[in-house]
């Protein structure tokens, strides 16, 4: 059959590519900082890696095995057992790995609403036909699961538990363990992506899915803790999924970068991430909390907005019937910068949402990006 | 629909594992010679491009900006005018992407047989139908593309036009003319995958058929004239279809390393990839006249091979009724290495036919090879 894919682009993307004047202050890409990028530790690790031919040839699918073996021990360390990792081309690309081997002709994906739109994109991409499960301020809604399962029989249940893209909520153990058994229950495969879980500024971590389900497939990335340029994520599944993912992956690009591999397992050995992690929670938490204190006086009243432990994103409504992509162009002329909502639900847009990120500004450029907030939304 | 995809991992690569023992010769995988990767300058490159902190940082989708034009004047001072390419995360990528954009539910998919297995894996990765068109000394025989065309009405042609994977056959400037024709008037897609030209050893460049025919995407790849292990390739389309398959890729992977891909666009800045090509064609050039010239000592009277004018391989066929998977068991007990040829077969399979490369190996390696092989064969 003849067709050419429509398939949009991702607005985030689109809309980054306005934000680019140096001008703007951006609160709308999910960027790390980038003054908080360790370039030395990074440019040593990739200086070490290349002292070895071998790091320029072709490579296992599976992956480069001391980087398997790091992460893998790194995740055991944080209190998910887990005897070997999948790494994939960052975790956009366990997405679409995930969706090519599950997803057949007909399938039905549920996702919570709102959630993050390249995934989203990624499921219709694969002609999946998406079904949205409710979310309240502690995350996915266990009870709208149980009648989503019930009337769509979805094969594949999609969620950012921990700190959520893009409302930065936390799903609670309790409400986990019930996802957990309706899981087992219907034989849904759950997809826990969890690039932010690491930066957690209060509070103490929740158990993840897959330390409780085993249906669960865990996606984790360097792109939040480490340097998202690098394109390194990982995948943890039941041995045999994990056995079809990687004949699924050797058809996608055969395997990750060789060189970009070795030098994270090099910087793994001769660095210390955690306390890396440790500096960017402190400065991503003082970052978080300049913006939460500001939004009082940058939003007019009726605005209600999350109140994230951690991740990089709050998530806000506007009172009445504004619509944020118009508010966003005004924003623009004041050289401010958010995500209109509207993209991030996957069937009924609320189009008086927006998301901000608050990882990539200054404390300092935080608070001038909110000024110049304040007279566009008040 | 519930399914989990059932697709056979590539053969090739689960072959190199068996071949991997230090001790065995292996004409089996499609592996540059790892002792003429420009390591030194490949390291300067990285170095280099680590000095800017923004290549940690995420990157658009099109990839980096002086890589393509970079990409670009390099293709059109070859004879290939080009504005544009995607970079991709190697031409693998390029592959799956074509797949998703342009194959729907129902597609059909012509490959010269036999062809490079990995884009039968990918192809057959969609759904779609595979249908063979003969190949002679020549290549793809148009007459053969022409009937297939007229009876089956395939979406996409996929051919490997110079040197081809796995028989070292290059089409002649008149069949691409032809093919050109048959796609214009069918409104066919050719995809012309083109990892080994540069590698040519004796004659001169036949123009590419994307220089023909606008309906043509060009595949190209560091993989065989730089380094695989940097998984860098570029896809060259017609505008519309190129804006398509950057959608295709954000989903995907949201984009190739940025890390890598300033390396690349460093490398290519400050080295001359010219010079490092011109020394790969005398050392493979070498070496594919070492193995051709102890092949009748090696085959069995009647055995027929392909001659090469460059890439990295020769395509055998044994007489009578012989079957290389079997050969290759015992060929494993005296420690050398080849590819059976059944693998490389969209439908019927001639199991007397192999694939060797002759680019891994030294000449003295080669040698030493080929006597090994000559106790299994003759």
Redesign the interface.
Known sequence: ?????S????PV?DLL?LTSRPEVISFA?G??A??L?D?DG??AA??LA??D?????????EGNPDLRALVSARLTDSGLPTSDVLIT??S??A??LVA????????VVAVEEPTYL?AL??FQ?T?ARIVPVASDSDGLVPASLRSVVAAEKP?LLYLVPTFANPTGRTLSAPCRAEIAEIAAAN?LWVVEDDPYGELRYRGSAVPPLASISDRTIYLGSF?KVG?????LGWLRAPA??LR?L???K???????????QA?AAAYLTHNDLDAHVARLRTEYGARRDAMIAALPATVPPGTTWSDPDGGMFVWLRLPGDADSAVLLKEALLHDVAFVPGASFFATTPDHATFRMSFTTNTVEEIGEGMARLAKVLR
Not at 101 to 107: H, S
Not at 227 to 231: K, L, S, T, V
Request: net charge negative; aromatic share 4%.
């Open positions: 059959m003849h067709r050419t894919l398939v949009a682009s991702s993307r590519a890409g960027l790390p980038p003054e990028f370039l990074v440019r990739y200086d290349l002292r031919r071998s790091v320029l040839q072709y490579a296992p699918t081309t960052g956009q690309q997405l679409t090519t081997a599950l997803l057949g002709p007909d399938a390249a994109q990624c991409m002609g094969d034989s792109s340097a998202p340029g690098m394109r045999d999924l079809t990687v004949i699924v050797q058809a996608a690009d055969l395997h990750t970068s060789t060189v970009d030098a």
